[in-house]
């Protein structure tokens, strides 16, 4: 079960900090990750960690940072610079696959339920 936290209403370049919090399952040994679907678009990508290795779309590159906590079975997702484009429900997710292309699909093991992410003007 994944269950994430720490959405709100933030004002454009500002920062806010999502996290994820996973049970029942070995975490550490699980590639995590983050989407995000605005309204009225398909849900997207943003990022992965995987064995300490970060990859990002190009979107959200140089802005957000995935970090992770094996001691509290815990994914992050540190958003900086936001902008109004980056408003969305905001998923995490867990694969045993680290494949970019995997994460691109969207063919996840596991996800959890979102939190909306509102950036104003």
């Known amino acids: 079960q994944l269950q994430a936290f720490g959405g709100g209403l933030v004002q454009a370049g500002g920062s806010l900090r999502l996290s994820c919090a996973a049970s029942?399952?070995?975490?550490?040994?699980?590639?995590m990750g983050w989407f995000r679907q605005a309204p009225g678009k398909e849900r997207e990508f943003v990022g992965r960690?995987?064995?300490?290795?970060?990859y990002y779309v190009d979107s959200v590159k140089g802005r957000f940072t995935i970090s992770r906590d094996n001691a509290k079975n815990t994914v992050y997702l540190q958003m900086n610079s936001l902008k109004l484009e980056d408003t969305a429900v905001y998923y995490c997710a867990q694969s045993q696959y680290y494949s970019t292309d995997r994460w691109y699909r969207g063919d996840m093991d596991y996800w959890g339920k979102g939190t909306l992410v509102t950036v104003s003007s």
């Open positions: 960690i995987s064995g300490g290795i970060t």
């Open positions: 029942g399952r070995t975490f550490s040994s699980y590639a």
